[in-house]
């Protein structure tokens, strides 16, 4: 197994991924036309990447990859289709820095209300400013409004009930059971979640349905003066509106992520991060110690499973509803050839295979069961035919 690492990951992972058998290449700087060349001389089985791109031509580069893990949890840099269409897997680490990007929100929520950074900022300069300072609103008994019921929001929201907010939430998968859990108040949408909040924070994947998900709509929706708070992805939040909404009704914005980042360090000039009351990060939720050592683990994890098994951890590219009509149910003696033939049979009436698992039980004579979930069902001839078969003992047909 051959395993390029594209980024910067913790000392410990290629001396972790070496103990599994692996050659590993390590070549954090590498990205765009440097990683396709890479790909096309290395052919690894495995690419591990954080903030690199991965593009189409990358993963056609590549002819023996099989795997691409994102030591994070987005997935919007790795050309997902491209993936899927050469059968190569696509693994993230979700929740592992989940902690880490709740912790900066509440750290811009605070500075929001508190306009921490602007202090600094003038006492640097010489300039002493209580009065202006004086004033802020607290956090206790305010609503947070959060969009988003995975591992992070669950994050905030615990650290907000800390700071005794009550916290409105709307995400898709959130039901009555669970919310009665996390102890929120339940939203049917972001606009309702908007209407009921004077902060409003967003954790979810940047998508077709995401993308500028907080728009004009839902930030007209709340009061003046609310803060806005993204730490999720670029994009999420439409850039332009929100700051219209800081210009003209006094809005201020905590934002780590933008729609149009650098892909290294040097000039960056975003026209919404200029704007007096908004307080940009730069890009570093999931940057501690802490995050970085549970991502590079949960890899790691990744990786040894892929391995062992051929079945990868956290897949984010494989078809959730099988197309799959029926399912053959073969008793067999396991011997060589015997799969094959069954198979052969199937390719022979046109009966395409979505997916197969074959269970060996005890004893002297090795009897095994394979069930087949196919897309249509074998004629009554081909299953006289299978059950003709040596070594064959029954076949059953279920419709699915």
């Known amino acids: 197994m051959i395993v390029l690492i594209a980024d910067r990951l913790p000392a410990f992972v290629p001396s972790r991924l070496k103990a599994m058998g692996a050659t590993v290449i390590a070549e954090p700087d590498l990205k765009n036309e440097s990683l396709t060349t890479r790909l096309s001389e290395v052919s690894p089985d495995v690419?591990?990447?954080?903030?690199?791109?991965?593009?189409?031509?990358?993963?056609?580069?590549?002819?023996?990859?099989?795997l691409i893990v994102r030591a994070g949890a987005g997935v919007n840099t790795i050309d997902l289709d491209t993936a899927s269409s050469r059968a190569v897997s696509v693994a993230n680490c979700p929740g592992m820095n989940a902690i880490a990007v709740a912790e900066l929100a509440m750290g811009h929520i605070l500075n929001a209300d508190r306009r921490i950074a602007d202090n600094v900022a003038d006492l640097k300069a010489g300039q002493w400013r209580k009065?202006?300072?004086?004033?802020?609103?607290?956090?206790?008994?305010?609503?947070?409004?959060?969009?988003g019921a995975g591992a992070i929001a669950r994050a905030v929201i615990a650290r907000a009930q800390a700071f005794e907010m009550t916290v409105a939430c709307y995400a898709p998968e959130l039901d009555e059971e669970?919310?009665?859990r996390l102890g929120v108040v339940r939203c049917e949408s972001a606009l309702e979640v908007a209407k009921t909040c004077s902060i409003?924070?967003?954790?979810?994947?940047?998508?077709?349905?995401?993308?500028?998900?907080?728009?004009?709509?839902?930030?007209?929706?709340?009061?003046d003066g609310a803060t806005v708070v993204n730490t999720?992805?670029?994009?999420?939040?439409?850039?332009?509106?929100?700051?219209?909404?800081?210009?003209?009704?006094?809005?201020?914005?905590?934002l780590d992520v933008f729609e149009v980042e650098p892909?290294?360090?040097?000039?960056?000039?975003?026209?919404?991060?200029?704007?007096?009351?908004?307080?940009?990060?730069?890009?570093?939720?999931?940057?501690?110690?802490?995050?970085?050592?549970?991502?590079?683990?949960?890899?790691?994890?990744?990786?040894?499973?892929?391995?062992?098994?051929?079945?990868?951890?956290?897949?984010?590219?494989?078809?959730r509803v099988s197309v799959a009509t029926h399912q053959l149910v073969?008793?067999?003696?396991?011997?060589?050839?015997?799969?094959?033939?069954?198979?052969?049979?199937?390719?022979?009436?046109?009966?395409?295979?979505?997916?197969?698992?074959?269970?060996?039980?005890?004893?002297?004579?090795?009897?095994?069961?394979?069930?087949?979930?196919?897309?249509?069902?074998?004629?009554?001839?081909?299953?006289?035919?299978?059950?003709?078969?040596?070594?064959?003992l029954d076949v059953t047909i279920v419709a699915l």
């Open 47 to 66: 690419l591990v990447v954080r903030s690199t791109k991965v593009f189409a031509e990358h993963i056609e580069t590549a002819d023996g990859l099989q």
């Open 131 to 147: 009065k202006r300072y004086s004033k802020a609103t607290g956090l206790k008994g305010s609503t947070l409004g959060v969009i």
């Open 200 to 223: 409003l924070t967003v954790h979810v994947p940047l998508m077709e349905q995401t993308r500028h998900l907080v728009g004009a709509e839902v930030l007209k929706a709340l009061p």
């Open 330 to 392: 073969v008793r067999h003696l396991d011997r060589v050839g015997v799969l094959a033939g069954l198979l052969d049979q199937l390719r022979v009436q046109g009966i395409n295979v979505q997916g197969m698992r074959n269970v060996i039980y005890s004893g002297d004579n090795g009897a095994a069961c394979a069930r087949i979930k196919v897309v249509g069902a074998p004629d009554d001839s081909v299953v006289a035919e299978m059950k003709s078969m040596q070594h064959i």
């Open 263 to 319: 892909t290294s360090d040097g000039p960056f000039l975003c026209e919404v991060a200029q704007i007096d009351g908004v307080y940009g990060t730069h890009h570093i939720g999931a940057s501690n110690e802490q995050a970085q050592s549970a991502v590079a683990e949960e890899a790691c994890r990744v990786i040894k499973v892929w391995h062992e098994t051929g079945e990868a951890p956290n897949c984010v590219n494989l078809r």
């Open 178 to 180: 669970l919310a009665e």
């Open 232 to 254: 999720s992805r670029g994009g999420i939040v439409d850039e332009a509106a929100l700051g219209e909404a800081v210009r003209t009704r006094d809005f201020r914005a905590g």
